[in-house]
């Protein structure tokens, strides 16, 4: 008999597979992991829209699909437009009684670059004009798909192909784009941030933000391991140690309103984190140190918020 | 495969009519180590079955997670994961 | 009973769209189309039209939301206009390729830089390859009928591609002329509802937009040039249940007055108008003239275009855009479309219109007299225009 669900204390997790086996994610991809995870939370009553990314051509070279729920992907920076077209298109389908009421989820997905960069003003657009849908940011902070080329999600002090440590480079010297902080800013109804080590974090707040009416933004640290250039079978450590290290916590906010999800008493020192990946190899202890002042400087930001608003 | 289709097979608008027809590639091919499973010490909490980015561990009749070999790329994150150090990893053979 | 109004050109699209019962129309101003998304601005807010009115923040994603839409069997609708159409030039290619039966006006605009609101047809021009079927009005009246034509067209079954209806910006988009409107029940009878047959539900979970790997996406490009070639049956096909119904017949190719014609003028659009003036006013005075109008841009009418030219001496090409360094666009095609034909007309290009330049009478006058001393004497110049200083 197949077993339908997997017990976890009193949790359910469907054994259903709504991305199917066979993709081609690179070895160890944390990526594929949060994906996998998010599926399980949303189910099989979705419409998804997906950027053009690791996402997209790991999962559908035609004429094949990985996927096993209706799926389509057009551009690169348009997924949200496309989304708000999808729940437009069904809502007022319902409304003319072309299709009968039934709940379906609209859920888009895309990376760093399709999300921070070249699609935020897309994004953005779907935000204000409140759709209901939920955004799920998949966060490997560079442009992965073409070969690890910075993105405004790429960390201060990493390493990539087009801002590289060289003689005179440390690699990135801006700091990552807030994405939580400026979907907050559209004052939409559910923002989280999540990781896939933290399984059952991540899918309560998929499946939140996908129930809650009106547009939600998850954004996940997918740990890659072909551009943070760690060994195959680190991914669920990186992901713990990022949040750990406080470079990359977990919270929710809701209309405005901060719940930190774990605020440990002490963050690991973020060398920890650094060392076991060689985009930061190249990194002095200067570097470092100033890498930890920064880490220090966003996660006091962080708090402050969350005791000034808290839910 | 891809190659034998001509202009004539092209559904409209190139979609994908089969959900999941995809699941075909043997992704297996990848790997160049495998996971081993001792039984003895698995305590079946499924850990490796969730966090396997490929859903390559399957639960079995028997109640123990194991990997699909057709689909495991062998990244060895159940390896590392397992809290009772019941997976192990060795090399794959050569063909 | 059907009746005449006084209308403007964007107003009549508007009304085309509002009896087409339209779903979900994606809405942004760039002049000269605005007039079309306010208007159905209003009839959404006044109840006359039941549609997802869906006020973007570009019109790349205005282009995109369309293909969301219609990927889950809305009937769509948006409008642009130049700079608005080049900015959602990708997602215009998007469209046809994968097969969403989207309609757009566009009111004919000229390309910056410089800026310019004002009409001629290099917008057009630049996406004459990305696989839409495409039609030019001449007047108040096309722009609502080759609107509501473009529905039943675009969403029949055995063609499901995008319709663009062009506008010239200003010259027609803005002016208001008699329009006979129909009776909901005729548009009722020619319009069927929309019935995509991919439309992605959980029920039948499919994937659009997979990728196209080398060993195939060569083989989607002919299947889509096969499938839209062949769309040309059921736009004939279109155009004569149209005519049926309402009474009023379109052709590919329109011919005025082209019997026995030693010399014919090629226009494209609202200034076909002022040029049946010219070549009235040439006949009365014994000329044997007439002139042709492509009202069916894309699939291009060879046939048609072929038949028309037959037996003339002379084909003077008007165009209303600058292709830098080939010349006249329109020209080119049709010196293409005509280079295997035994006999053939001399074909010359003269350009001119450009940015909301207006053309004449006068300037069509100059246009057939300079197009027929190039065909006698040649020309000298790097381009031959018109009203050019």
């Not at chain 3, 917008?123 to 009005?137: E, K, L, N």
């Amino acid at each position: 008999m197949e077993t339908k669900a997997v017990k976890f204390g009193e949790r359910l997790v469907t054994t259903k597979e709504f991305l199917a086996e066979g993709h081609s994610f690179c070895i160890g991809c944390g990526e594929a992991l949060a994906i996998r995870l998010a599926m399980k939370a949303l189910g099989e009553n979705v419409i998804m829209a997906m950027a053009t990314g690791c996402d997209e051509v790991t999962t559908t070279p035609l004429p094949y699909t990985s996927w096993r729920v209706p799926w389509m992907h057009t551009l690169f920076e348009n997924t949200a437009a496309e989304i708000s077209g999808v729940e437009a298109g069904l809502k007022i389908l319902v409304k003319k009684g072309r299709m009968s009421e039934r709940d379906i989820i609209c859920v888009a997905m895309g990376g760093d670059g399709a999300t921070s960069d070249i699609g935020i003003q897309a994004l953005s657009g779907a935000f204000e004009r409140g759709h209901d849908f939920i955004y799920i940011c998949l966060d490997n902070e560079a442009y992965m798909n073409t070969g690890i080329q910075r993105s405004s999600a790429t960390p201060y002090g990493a390493s990539t192909t087009t801002a590289p440590a060289g003689k005179f480079s440390m690699g990135q010297v801006t700091r990552k784009k807030n994405m939580a902080a400026i979907a907050a800013a559209h004052d939409i109804p559910y923002v989280a941030t999540a990781c896939p080590s933290y399984r059952f974090d991540l899918m309560k707040k998929v499946r939140k933000g996908a129930e809650l009416k009106g547009p939600a933004y998850v954004h996940i640290l997918s740990p890659c391991p072909t551009g943070w250039r760690y060994s195959s079978d680190l991914a669920i450590e990186i992901g713990q140690l990022a949040v750990q290290t406080g470079i990359f916590p977990l919270y929710e906010i809701e209309y405005g309103r901060y719940r930190l999800n774990a605020d440990p008493p002490k963050l690991k020192p973020i060398e920890e984190y650094l060392k076991l990946q060689g985009r930061y190899r190249h990194l002095t202890s200067e570097q470092i140190e100033r890498i930890q002042e920064i880490v220090n400087e966003d996660y006091a930001k962080l708090k402050e918020k969350a005791a000034a608003f808290p839910m | 495969m891809a190659d034998e289709l001509t202009w004539k097979d092209m559904e409209v608008g190139n979609i994908v009519t089969e959900a999941g027809n995809g699941s075909f590639r043997k992704t297996g091919d990848w790997r160049t180590e495998r996971p081993i499973l001792d039984k003895e010490k698995c305590i079946k909490c499924a850990l490796c079955w969730i966090y396997c980015p490929d859903a390559a561990i399957k639960p079995g009749e028997d109640g123990y997670y194991e990997a699909d070999l057709y689909y495991c790329k062998g990244c060895g994150i159940c390896v590392r994961i397992c809290p009772v150090k019941a997976i192990t990893k060795a090399e794959e053979e050569e063909k | 009973m059907s009746r005449r109004v006084a209308l403007e050109a964007s107003h009549a699209v508007a009304e085309a769209v509002r009896m087409a019962d339209v779903d979900v129309t994606a809405a942004y101003p760039i002049t000269p189309q605005t007039h079309i998304p306010e208007r159905l601005a209003e009839m959404v807010a006044d109840g006359e039209l039941s549609a997802a009115y869906i006020p973007v923040e570009s019109e790349h994603s205005a282009m995109s939301t369309c293909l969301g839409a219609a990927a889950v069997g809305a009937r769509t609708f948006t409008a642009t206009a130049g700079q608005g159409l080049e900015l959602m030039h990708e997602v215009v290619y998007v469209a046809s390729s994968m097969r969403y039966p989207v309609v757009m006006a566009v009111c004919n605009r000229a390309l910056s830089a410089p800026l310019s609101v004002w009409g001629d047809h290099s917008d057009a021009m630049a996406v004459r390859d990305t696989g839409w079927i495409q039609v030019f009005c001449q007047n108040g009246q096309e722009a609502f009928d080759l609107t509501l034509w473009a529905f039943r067209v675009g969403e029949d079954p055995k063609v499901l591609f995008p319709v663009m209806v062009h506008l010239d910006g200003f010259t027609l988009s803005h002016v208001t002329e008699p329009v006979i409107l129909p009776e909901q029940s005729e548009v009722d009878r020619f319009l069927p509802r929309f019935q995509y047959p991919f439309a992605l539900n959980p029920d039948k979970p499919m994937t659009h937009g997979a990728f196209g790997p080398p060993e195939i996406y060569s083989e989607t490009k002919l299947a889509q040039e096969v499938a839209f070639r062949n769309s040309k049956e059921v736009i004939l096909q279109g155009w004569k249940e149209f005519g049926d119904i309402f009474g009023r017949y379109y052709h590919p190719v329109e011919e005025y007055k082209t019997e026995n014609a030693e010399t014919l003028l090629l226009t494209m659009g609202a200034f076909t108008e002022t040029a049946k003036i010219v070549i009235d006013d040439r006949r009365d005075k014994g000329e044997a003239i007439g002139l042709i109008s492509l009202r069916l841009w894309r699939p291009f009418p060879f046939e048609e275009f072929r038949r028309t030219v037959k037996g003339a001496q002379l084909l003077i090409v008007f165009d209303r855009c600058i292709s830098f360094g080939l010349g006249g666009p329109v020209f080119s095609e049709i010196r293409s479309a005509l280079y295997d034909e035994e006999p053939r007309p001399k074909v010359v290009g003269i350009i001119g219109g450009l940015g909301g330049r207006d053309m004449s009478e006068e300037n069509f006058d100059y246009v057939i007299n300079r197009g027929k001393e190039i065909a006698e004497k040649g020309s000298d110049r790097m381009l031959e225009t018109v009203g050019i200083r």
